[in-house]
């Protein structure tokens, strides 16, 4: 009998983070499977690479929601990573833990232990900050763009010196001594810290699974679909999974965790028999747990983008002339720097949409090129813009909308029903248009206005509020930071799982990715994804040695 001691499904940033957690003693025999294939690839080595593999379905899930209505009953494009390493793997590499105010507000719906000061030894456990060394530096590298990114970057700070923004030089800052239970809010507008090495992506099987699987008592399988999770008598025994063809069957003796993602994980747990019990009759699956919340609760967020015609060369400049790629190409591979050896997101930060705001509500960036899409379906990509170009982008920070996912049928091949109910809420409208205002008044600012030779539509001058949501209605997209879909929390009916990542209602069962999350953090997900697994791993240690 194919049978190990834990059994993970994904090898995305929780699947990578528990593997090597759960394999660095030894004792434990590790299977982890992976819907997509491998990620020895030249786009997802290349750090500027990711809007290559945007579109790619050989390394992409490639999702659409249904039509929103709040957004012109238009589908909303969600690309989620199909690769070892999961979204890590396809993403814009920016790491980002959010506000300490985030996890002390999952600590207020009930979560013991979920609290800033609770979670931020986990940050730390990962954490190889070049810029910051510590002696008790984690695997995963976070490094500063420093020199390397455009010049244009200077008039983005120029402009917040001018209307007196709060700047911060660290994003992910611990708190400083005496600074009280929340630290020094990392608030404020700065250069983002990526996960980069040597001019080369970083993503969590960089720095997690790749350790592991040298160990010896972890095994990869890629292109493995997990169709079931085999429950017998109220206890996960382990998976069924469909690989070159065949069904296949392996067992674990401690656990299954999954960790398939805020898409992937509500839907295996309904193919499962573990979700709303009308929806798993409807497609004929037997239900062994009702739980409306799974697939529930569903938050991620919107930004919205301006874009300019500037009159300084950009990134447009460099990269849109074959002469310019060929030259940044070379570069690239002589020395691993240049333009294609940092993400495009290159400054923004965490900002007060106006001066009343409690705390900060919309995070901002700022990227040095535009561009547009053409082609359809496998050729399908992103062209820079001709002229000079940048952008100014914000996204608000903790939507109060929720949405579903939902199985369309008991075929695991086939995508779930998205519906993110997007903007449902008259608070999420209000910071659509706070937001808009606040990137209104950064590009009014005298140091944007040297800048800007043409405003590119939607234009924001002069807009009555009631314009610049119908605008944000129009224009605004996803960030890719879908969470809480089997969110954690008190019980069945409000939640998934418990403090402690179990399943309700079935032994030997947990869930670990950004689904657990209780709510969306105010900036990028995939830090606190990897900090979730970093305490799971904890508390699954702690489980095996009490047995």
Not at 270 to 299: F, T
Request: with cysteine; proline share 6%.
């Amino acid at each position: 009998m194919d049978q190990f001691d834990y059994i993970i499904i994904g090898a995305g940033s929780a699947g990578c983070v528990l593997a090597d957690r759960l394999s660095a003693d030894g004792r434990n025999k590790i299977l982890v499977l992976e819907a997509g294939g491998s990620d020895n690839r030249f786009w997802i080595k290349v750090p500027l690479g990711y809007g290559m593999t945007f579109f790619d379905r050989r390394v992409n899930w490639a999702y659409e929601t249904e039509p929103v209505a709040a957004l012109d009953n238009r589908r909303i494009y969600w690309p989620r990573g199909k690769v070892v390493g999961g979204s890590s793997s396809i993403n814009a590499s920016v790491y980002m833990r959010g506000l300490p105010a985030d996890y002390d507000d999952w600590q207020a719906l009930g979560n013991t232990g979920w609290g800033w000061s609770d979670v931020l030894p986990y940050f730390r456990r990962s954490e190889n900050f070049l810029a910051h060394p510590r002696a008790d530096a984690g695997p995963l590298v976070i490094s500063e763009i420093g020199a390397q990114a455009h010049p244009l970057k200077r008039y983005f700070f120029e402009a917040a010196t001018e209307l007196g923004l709060p700047q911060t030089d660290n994003m992910n800052r611990d708190p400083l001594p005496g600074s009280g239970a929340n630290g020094d809010q990392p608030e404020g507008l700065g250069m983002y810290q990526i996960n980069i090495k040597n001019g080369r992506r970083w993503s969590a099987a960089d720095a997690f699974l790749r350790p592991a699987l040298q160990r010896g008592n972890v095994e990869l399988r890629t292109r493995a679909l997990v169709s079931c999770i085999l429950i017998k008598n109220g206890r996960a025994v382990g998976v069924a999974y469909r690989r070159d063809g065949r069904e296949e069957k392996v067992f674990a003796k401690a656990s299954v965790i999954l960790s398939g993602g805020a898409v992937n994980s509500p839907q295996l747990l309904q193919l499962s028999g573990i979700g709303p019990a009308g929806l798993l009759k409807q497609h004929g699956i037997d239900v062994i747990i009702d739980n409306a919340a799974v697939g529930a609760n569903l938050q991620d967020h919107l930004a919205m983008t301006y874009s300019y015609k500037a009159n300084r060369p950009t990134l447009n400049n460099t990269l849109r002339p074959l002469f310019g790629k060929l030259k940044a190409g070379l570069t690239y591979l002589a020395t691993r720097k240049g333009p294609l050896s940092i993400s495009v997101n290159q400054c923004g930060g965490l900002i007060r949409s106006h001066r009343d705001a409690p705390r900060p509500d919309i995070q901002v960036y700022y990227n040095p090129v535009t561009y547009y899409g053409v082609g359809t379906g496998a050729k399908r990509h992103y062209e820079m813009d001709a002229f000079s170009g940048f952008i100014l982008c914000f996204q608000p920070c903790r939507p109060t909308s929720a949405g579903h996912i939902r199985i369309r049928s008991a075929d695991p091949t086939a995508a779930p029903v998205i519906e993110p109910n997007y903007l449902a809420t008259e608070d999420d409208q209000a910071v659509a248009v706070a937001g808009g205002k606040f990137i209104r008044e950064l590009e009014g600012s005298k140091a944007f206005q040297s800048l800007i030779s043409e405003p590119i539509a939607p234009v924001l001058a002069d807009k009555s509020d009631a314009a610049i949501l119908a605008d944000f209605r129009k224009g605004a997209s996803t960030v890719y930071h879908p969470t809480s879909t089997c969110r954690m929390g008190k019980g069945i009916g409000d939640a998934v799982v418990d403090q402690q990542l179990r399943v309700f209602g079935v032994e030997g069962l947990r869930v670990v990715d950004a689904s657990a999350l209780p709510l969306v953090p105010s900036a990028n997900t995939n830090a606190p994804t990897m900090m979730l697994a970093q305490k799971a791993a904890d508390h699954i240690l702690a489980d095996a040695k009490a047995r």
